[in-house]
């Protein structure tokens, strides 16, 4: 089993900052998928950003060069550092995981992913 929690989530104006945690823990093996999704109310769950355990990683269009996907394996934590918040980021975020390094890539769908955090709630501003 693999136990995500995130942190970090808040409320900001828009073009402002933050920063989300994943703590992570359990069995992930040597080869794995880690990212982040988000939801916002009425709509689909969507990817935002994945990290494949070779570093390899990807985004959303709607996220390129605002957000960045980093790991801290020493401290088994997954970080979304998220600039320029706009409006249509507020969502629920949540850290999603796969043993399989695989279902890392561009517009994979939340169903490759059975481990999840419990979310957590970003709101933006204008």
């Known amino acids: 089993q693999v136990q995500l929690v995130e942190s970090g989530g808040g409320s900001v104006q828009g073009g402002g900052s933050l920063r989300l945690s994943c703590a992570a823990s359990?069995?992930?093996?040597?080869?794995?998928?880690l990212g982040w999704f988000r939801q916002a109310p009425g709509k689909e769950r969507e990817g935002v950003a994945l990290?494949?355990?070779?570093?390899?990683?990807y985004y959303a269009d709607s996220v390129k060069g605002r957000f960045t996907i980093s790991q801290d394996k020493a401290k088994n934590t997954l970080y979304l550092q998220m600039n320029n918040l706009r409006p249509e980021d507020a969502a629920m975020y949540y850290c999603?995981?796969?043993?399989?390094?695989?279902?890392?890539?561009?517009?994979?769908?939340?169903?490759?992913?059975?481990?999840w955090g419990q979310g957590t709630q970003v709101t933006v501003s204008s």
């Open positions: 999603a995981a796969s043993r399989m390094a695989y279902v890392c890539y561009s517009g994979s769908s939340s169903g490759n992913f059975p481990y």
């Open positions: 359990g069995y992930l093996s040597s080869t794995y998928c």
């Open positions: 990290r494949k355990s070779d570093g390899s990683t």
